[in-house]
């Protein structure tokens, strides 16, 4: 079928399938975000319970090992989706490359696997095993989160930058799976998404436990738990500038158009401006109402302000991006990043001050938003480069509309999708309720005796 | 053995696991729905507690098959993946639903109707699951998918899977996960020390058992009659395997009624596998008969060199902690009463 016949749902097979698979990844990357951060924040509680014996740092890190339990099983069935939408949606990039991507996947296979194994342990052994042993338990899961994460990113670095095989007639003849795995977007890219995902686990921690404050319930339980989620996300997020400066660094050498995208910039020139905000007119060639910091980009992108910056100018429209989407979601990141570390200076200076976190109503509030906040900036950063490669899949090698399933009514697939998706999503949230319902123990240091009222947050 | 043979191994071996583990998951599900209707409250929770802690670490048996083949053999993968979207996907749905089910189901303890609402689903989806996987595997087996050599597909998307031999293998799928299910749970049954509850599981686990030995052997005529490539590679390879199936079906029945559990449980996973390794090796060179094959398939030998390292390193870490994993759960003690699955939430009551 010609890929760009639409079909009965109104969609082209192609515009599906990336519909499906920016609605599938979109939702699993939020998970796998908190399949990493979270585990490294349960380790941390039960760590400090058997350094202090203070059971409040035991009752969080057991109400939230519930929460992560079912976290990680949508996440395992929805990176699972993944797995088979590869081959599914993308057959000809699949049957291509496979082999080449194979090894980072191989190994992610391992990670996935170690993680599974003491993910049951960890969560069915808290009274089977002594406490320092089930401590212990937990490690493994941080380790192999991190691991997977790292694994799974470079193959998708290899499809920004594709390295390591030799192509004849569209076949692989040879291939070097180690430099695919280790192509040049790689080490910046993995490492950008592994802070942006403690920095998320710690905003939606932080920020349910803020909700839970502003509502009035402000326990002991609710500060620490909100404190322990805050410092995690509050530390990633300057590392997260140093890292995206040097992500964008990456962008601007292995894939100049992408990076005229993400900035904005039509034209090839030296002393290329910084454009902060602005809207691309793709039919005018210029991006309008922005405010331009002149030399800002060369000086960014190449450390001299002299520096001549590709345009987009440069590759026939054919191979263009659509701009407008990439920049402003590389805008919204950008803007979010900073005001994050915003929020961390306002900490960071009351806790000098006071050595306490603020607790007034502006500050659980900022906190509140940063939970959404950071989803929205992870998603923008995902925007930025999965749409910035575009038209490609692998980047200079394969047309993503080349690549793409001949099957008929992927349309409908997608109809479905959001309809399981919107399930998956409603029942994620109704369990946590549930579970963040659940009466705390009686008998903690400052706590009421005796189960509470209802009334929920979404955090366990 | 060449690089491409070793692999082809190792990833029939990873199905091997997935269907003697996560099938006896599914199996659980499935037994739910009978379970659900009349059984007391502590069948339901035997069947929460013994797949509580290890569904997840067997159902990464799965992804490691997709990731080998998609690595070892692409085109195999894609021919695959083109041949029978339909049967995938609808497995996908259920192995998305089986996952969610049971984890919504074990941890909305104290919403009643939300547990019986996703304990339905767990059920459903743990039959769609392993139906929709089997019909894929007998849409491969009937060796008719009009793939070609690159891994395209020029067949028909719904007649590809919808034949005798692909609903068949529906069928014996889904009869697989029930028997190791019920076999296993005699097992664990025991080690509640509740008579009842042992005797019943043992009752249901005869039963299917029997049904299965009929199921097997009308798949051994429907292959004799209705695929002449594979059953002339059960006449010339495989037959000691089709041996070794019947005699571990046997022997397991045998044992369930001489109420040895443990061994039975090891003689009906015995069973199944030499089933999956008898269809593995009639059918060999061919992946996806008759055109797609191990050695037209395969990656670069690079790829297949540094896979077999990586799966050498992976398994110094994978076997242990599995090893571990099972020795907790699966170990032969009596049970306690600490907090598991189905009860999840209500240690600080």
């Known amino acids: ?392 899949i692998a980047q200079g090698i394969m047309r993503t509309r080349d690549a793409v399933t001949e099957a008929p009514g992927i349309g409908w697939v997608f109809a479905g999708s959001m309809l399981i998706y919107t399930i998956l999503l409603a029942g994620t949230a109704v369990v946590l309720r549930l579970l963040a319902r659940h009466p705390l123990p009686r008998g903690l240091p400052g706590e009421p005796s005796g189960p509470r009222a209802g009334g929920g947050t979404h955090a366990a | 053995m060449p690089p491409e043979t070793a692999v082809a191994g190792i990833i029939l071996l990873a199905v091997t696991a997935y269907a003697i583990l996560a099938g006896a998951d599914f199996g659980a599900g499935i037994w739910e729905f009978n379970t659900a209707l009349r059984a007391p409250k502590r069948e339901r929770e035997l069947i929460y507690h013994a797949i509580g802690p290890v569904w997840e670490a067997n159902h990464v048996w799965l992804i490691f098959v997709l990731v080998g083949l998609w690595t070892a053999f692409p085109a195999a993968y894609a021919a695959i993946s083109r041949a029978l979207w339909i049967p995938l996907l609808f497995a996908l749905v259920g192995i998305v639903f089986r996952g969610v089910g049971f984890a919504f189901r074990s941890y909305a303890a104290g919403a009643v109707r939300q547990q019986a609402v996703w304990g339905a689903v767990f059920a459903l989806a743990s039959i769609a699951a392993p139906f929709f996987l089997g019909a894929a595997a007998g849409a491969v087996a009937s060796g008719r998918l009009a793939v070609g050599e690159g891994g395209t597909y020029d067949g028909n998307f719904v007649t590809g899977w919808v034949n005798a031999m692909s609903l068949y293998a529906a069928v014996f799928g889904v009869g697989i996960c029930a028997y190791l299910a019920a076999v296993y749970l005699t097992r664990e049954a025991k080690m509640t020390r509740d008579r009842a509850l042992e005797e019943s599981w043992r009752s249901r686990a005869l039963t299917t058992g029997a049904y299965m030995g009929v199921l097997a052997g009308t798949g051994l005529a429907l292959a004799a009659t209705e695929i002449p490539a594979l059953a002339d590679g059960f006449r010339e390879r495989a037959w000691p395997l089709v041996i070794l199936s019947v005699a571990s079906g046997a022997a397991s029945l045998v044992l369930l009624t001489l109420r040895r559990y443990t061994t039975a449980a090891i003689a009906a996973a015995g069973a199944v596998a030499a089933v999956i390794w008898g269809w593995g090796v009639a059918q060999y060179p061919a992946l996806v008969p008759p055109a797609v094959t191990v050695e037209n398939a395969k990656a670069p030998a690079a790829v297949l060199r540094a896979m077999l390292w990586a799966i050498a390193a992976g398994g110094v870490v994978l076997v242990p902690s599995l090893a571990y994993l099972f020795y907790l759960f699966k170990g032969k003690r009596p049970r306690e009463t600490d907090e598991t699955g189905s009860t999840a939430g209500g240690d600080e009551r």
């Open chain 1, 1 to 392: 079928m010609d890929p760009s016949i639409t079909t009965a749902t109104g969609f082209t097979p192609l515009l599906a399938a990336r519909l499906q698979m920016a609605l599938t990844l979109g939702f699993h990357i939020v998970l796998a975000c908190l399949g990493i951060g979270l585990p490294l924040l349960l380790v941390v509680a039960e760590g400090r319970f058997l350094r202090t014996r203070d059971e409040l740092w035991r009752t969080l890190a057991r109400r939230w090992s519930r929460a992560f339990a079912v976290l990680f099983a949508v996440g395992a069935v929805s990176g699972t989706v993944l797995s088979f939408e590869l081959g599914l949606l993308w057959p000809k990039f699949m049957g291509t490359f496979g082999s080449v991507i194979g090894l980072p996947f191989t190994l992610e296979g391992f990670a996935f696997f170690l993680e599974g194994i003491f993910v049951g342990i960890y969560l069915y052994s808290w009274d089977r095993l002594p406490p320092r042993a089930h401590w212990l338990t937990g490690i493994p899961i941080a380790v192999a989160g991190f691991a997977s994460a790292w694994f799974v990113v470079t193959t998708n670095a290899w499809m920004n930058t594709p390295r390591g095989f030799t192509l004849e007639n569209g076949v692989v003849t040879e291939a070097d799976p180690i430099r695919a795995m280790l192509n040049p977007a790689a080490g910046a890219q993995t490492v950008h998404m592994i802070v942006a995902a403690y920095l998320v686990a710690g905003f939606l921690v932080a920020g349910a436990y803020a909700v839970e404050r502003l509502r009035g319930r402000d326990t002991p339980y609710a500060r620490r738990a909100m404190a322990l989620g805050l410092v995690m996300a509050l530390v990633a997020a300057p590392v997260q500038i140093v890292v995206g400066d040097w992500a964008a660094k990456v962008v601007a050498h292995t894939q100049p158009v992408k990076f005229a995208a993400m900035e904005g910039q039509f034209r090839t020139e030296a002393r290329a401006p910084l454009r902060l905000g602005g809207i691309p007119d793709e039919e005018a060639g210029r991006t309008r109402f922005a405010l331009e910091i002149p030399g800002g980009l060369s000086w960014l992108a190449y450390g001299d302000v002299d520096a001549v910056v590709q345009g987009l100018d440069a590759v026939p429209e054919d191979d263009r991006p659509p701009v407008a989407i990439v920049h402003l979601a590389f805008q919204v990141m950008v803007a979010l990043g900073t005001a994050f570390v915003a929020l961390g200076l306002w900490s960071l200076a009351a806790y000098v001050r006071r050595r306490a976190l603020p607790s007034r109503r502006a500050f659980l509030l900022a906190v509140a938003a940063s939970g959404p906040l950071s989803v929205l900036a992870l998603e923008a950063g995902w925007v930025v480069t999965e749409v910035g490669r575009q038209p490609w």
